[in-house]
């Protein structure tokens, strides 16, 4: 079993930058592939972001291609989401998710699950 938990979500104005964080335990954080993903009110759940077991291979939505960057500190058990210049359309429930697979891009794919963190862009 892994637990998750995130942080470092809240408001910000449009233009601005975030980063969240992701603190694994309770298994080999190596071993996971991870993802972020995103919620907004009366929408589905959509992958934002993903990395590969090693942090070799990643994966965005185009929505955010070259304004996020996923990246993962495997000695200190760690996955991050650095967001750059953030858009009113990029507000949502944000989550951390880890697979047993070495990667994975959709939602389905992942076995566990952090609580969410929201992230606020105003205009």
């Known amino acids: 079993q892994v637990q998750l938990v995130e942080s470092g979500g809240g408001l910000v104005q449009a233009g601005g930058s975030l980063r969240l964080s992701c603190a694994a335990s309770?298994?080999?954080?190596?071993?996971?592939?991870m993802g972020w993903f995103r919620q907004a009110p009366g929408k589905e759940r959509e992958v934002v972001a993903a990395?590969?077991?090693?942090?070799?291979?990643?994966d965005y939505a185009e929505s955010v291609k070259g304004r996020f960057t996923i990246s993962r500190d495997n000695a200190k058990n760690t996955v991050y989401l650095q967001m750059n210049t953030l858009k009113p359309e990029d507000t949502a429930v944000y989550y951390c998710?880890?697979?047993?697979?070495?990667?994975?891009?959709?939602?389905?794919?992942?076995?566990?699950w952090g609580q969410g963190t929201q992230v606020t862009v105003s205009s």
């Open positions: 998710a880890a697979t047993e697979r070495w990667f994975a891009s959709s939602p389905t794919s992942y076995d566990y």
């Open positions: 990395i590969s077991r090693r942090g070799d291979t990643t």
């Open positions: 309770g298994r080999t954080f190596s071993n996971t592939g």
